[in-house]
């Protein structure tokens, strides 16, 4: 068994959470602030059958996608706040994925 941690934007993740589901995968789903943007993230934390980690890559792939995003250069570096002041496009979303190893799993 392993254990997919997968981060995701916030605005993704009703949809991720139905889309696990119908592919009768269990999740539990945490809240979290991603550290670029600070901005509101979701993290899945998903037990998978080794047979089937790549059946539950490709849910999350096919869900969460990446998007653009404008925000002020003084966001991204506050020393360059007097040279920069036009927002500067950014791409955010998609999934970030780790798989783990499972030594024990049990359930009550």
Same mark, same amino acid.
Do not use: W
């Given at each position: +068994?392993? /254990?997919?941690?997968?981060?995701?934007?916030?605005?993704?993740?009703?949809?991720?959470?139905?889309?696990?589901?119908?592919?009768?995968?269990?999740?539990?789903? /945490?809240?979290?602030?991603?550290?670029?943007?600070?901005?509101?993230?979701?993290?899945?934390?998903?037990?998978?059958?080794?047979?089937?980690?790549?059946?539950?890559?490709?849910?999350?792939?096919?869900?969460?996608?990446?998007?653009?995003?404008?925000?002020?250069? #003084?966001?991204? +570096?506050?020393?360059?706040?007097?040279?920069?002041?036009?927002?500067?496009?950014?791409?955010?979303?998609?999934? #970030?994925?780790?798989? /783990?190893?499972?030594?024990?799993?049990?359930?009550?």
């Amino acid at each position: +068994m392993k /254990l997919i941690v997968a981060i995701i934007q916030s605005k993704d993740s009703q949809q991720l959470q139905a889309s696990l589901v119908k592919g009768g995968f269990r999740a539990t789903q /945490l809240s979290s602030t991603g550290g670029f943007l600070k901005a509101g993230n979701c993290t899945f934390l998903i037990g998978v059958e080794e047979e089937k980690i790549d059946d539950a890559l490709a849910v999350i792939k096919k869900t969460c996608h990446t998007r653009v995003q404008y925000v002020t250069p #003084t966001f991204l +570096m506050p020393e360059a706040a007097s040279s920069l002041s036009e927002p500067v496009e950014v791409q955010v979303g998609g999934a #970030t994925c780790f798989i /783990l190893p499972v030594d024990k799993f049990v359930r009550f």
